[in-house]
């Protein structure tokens, strides 16, 4: 009788093919992971809306919208950042503070965004950030001019820009890690001045109490952070 000489794979490949396929699947796991916790949110921002409704709650005002709406923008390139060190680093202190950063903020979209619907007011305002601070637009930050002629800004402080956010996508090891502290660091003190003018500004409750929230919450990683960037004997960016 012939015998089948027929060669079964090998399982030493099929095993790296496996752990192959698992690396690949880490990032469309941790998107819908990211889904998920801003539909959390959103649930969360109508839910919140209700006490919007009672008579002893204004309107919302330009506060209360421009800020929601600026800073979901804010919130959205940490988030992405947070999911770049997530993935990519193997400091389990680094991906600790991004998978906090990354969840929370993902969570505080969710919320800013449900108001904003409740409101039937856009999503993002097109026409430049930051118009809503009368008492600071048209700030400059290290000479640069990032003013616009509506009294509206052209950008927000403490953004990475498209080339930072590149190299931080292509860094590996302990320079992704330091990059990654860099400019959390600095995005977090940029958008301290919006959250604490929201903070006092704000006509509603909710919007007021949530920027308190933020403020706290990212002067605490902002220390954090700090002290991170220490032990790795590197430095603070300057601000943009």
């Known amino acids: 009788m012939p015998v089948d000489t027929e060669i079964e794979p090998d399982v030493a ?3 790296a093919g496996l752990g192959a396929q698992a690396r690949r699947q880490r990032t469309p796991l941790l998107v819908l992971g990211a889904i998920g916790i801003l539909l959390i949110g959103f649930a969360v921002g109508v839910l919140a809306r209700l006490p919007l409704d009672s008579n002893s709650e204004p309107d919302p005002g330009a506060v209360d919208i421009g800020f929601s709406q600026d800073m979901s923008a804010h919130h959205a390139q940490a988030v992405e950042m947070a999911g770049i060190a997530l993935i990519g680093s193997t400091d389990n202190d680094v991906r600790r503070l991004a998978y906090d ?12 965004q449900g108001w904003l619907q409740m409101w039937g007011k856009p999503n993002q305002n097109v026409d430049g950030y ?4 009368t008492e ?18 052209a ?14 996508r292509q860094a590996t090891g302990p320079a992704l890690d330091t990059m990654f502290l860099q400019l959390m660091l600095r995005h977090h003190q940029g958008g301290l001045a919006m959250i604490q003018y929201a903070a006092q500004h704000a006509e509603t409750t909710a919007v007021r ?4 929230t933020m403020a706290t919450t990212q002067q605490g990683e ?5 002290t991170m960037l220490t032990a790795r004997n590197a430095t603070p960016l300057p601000q943009n």
């Open 136 to 153: 600071q637009a048209g700030h400059s930050h290290s000479g640069a001019d990032h003013t616009m002629s509506s009294g509206r800004s």
């Open 101 to 112: 950063i990354l969840t929370t903020q993902q969570g505080q979209i969710g919320r800013l």
């Open 13 to 15: 490949s099929d095993s």
């Open 222 to 226: 902002a220390q954090l952070i700090t």
């Open 209 to 212: 109490t949530l920027a308190a």
């Open 130 to 133: 930051m118009g809503w601070m």
């Open 155 to 168: 950008s927000m402080p403490g953004m990475a820009t498209t080339a930072e956010l590149t190299a931080l």
